[in-house]
């Protein structure tokens, strides 16, 4: 079945530095990939939406500026945390697809971010 | 939004057939039902997804309703290890994204 990848999945950062995430689609090309974040008990929440080629699109409510978020290829998403700071610290994951059919997206594993 | 509705939780019995439901009485014609299952600090794990029919696979049966108002995910033999929590997600074809809802916990006990 279709795999993403997710790395790194734990991550301790100090505050004002900067973290890169990044979401591989591991055996098929994801013209679409997302990022969510997932504060505890709670449910998932959508950030952004990142097309290959093009600029992300984020939900209302997400600085673009703080999570700068980069689709190079057809394979490969990052999302970086500009000058994170401790209410930053959730539960990152992404998902992939291929655009336009039914085919179910599929997630990574997520990655603890911690700052301190 | 989300555009599903499921109850916080729900109790079964290992080995027992635990059928979770959901609301999604604004469905359009062209959203799909998806059905995912979030463990513990794990991404989201896909189970089974239909637009009308009833869909089944190793893991697990999709039964929509015939005005596709409402669906059951039925997980027919439960395990200690089907306790997660369980989204219904509607999604459609034109937007790709999926919405999460608060979804189910789903606690099975021996």
């Known amino acids: 079945g279709a795999v993403v990848s997710q790395h790194p999945s734990r991550v301790i950062c100090k505050s004002g530095t900067s973290v890169k995430i990044e979401c591989r689609s591991l055996d098929f090309q994801a013209t679409t990939m997302f990022w969510y974040r997932q504060f505890p008990k709670k449910s998932l929440m959508l950030m952004a939406t990142s097309n290959e080629g093009s600029k992300a699109t984020y939900e209302q409510g997400v600085e673009k500026d703080k999570f700068l978020i980069n689709h190079a290829s057809l394979t490969l998403s990052t999302l970086t945390v500009t000058s994170a700071h401790p209410e930053d610290s959730s539960f990152y994951i992404c998902s992939a697809a291929v655009s336009g059919t039914d085919s179910p997206l599929h997630f990574g594993n997520g990655t603890r971010l911690t700052v301190t | 939004d989300a555009k599903t509705t499921q109850p916080p939780s729900m109790d079964c019995a290992e080995g027992r057939a635990a059928n979770l439901p959901c609301n999604h009485s604004?469905?359009?014609?062209?959203?799909?039902v998806y059905w995912y299952r979030q463990i513990h600090s794990q991404g989201p794990q896909y189970i089974i997804h239909?637009?009308?029919n009833n869909e089944t696979n190793e893991m697990a049966s999709l039964i929509i309703t015939e005005d596709r108002k409402s669906s059951t995910l039925i997980l027919p033999h439960a395990t200690l290890r089907d306790t997660a929590v369980y989204y219904c997600i509607v999604r459609s074809l034109g937007t790709d994204k999926l919405i999460f809802g608060t979804g189910t916990r789903l606690q099975v006990f021996p």
């Open positions: 604004t469905i359009s014609g062209n959203e799909y």
């Open positions: 239909g637009l009308k």
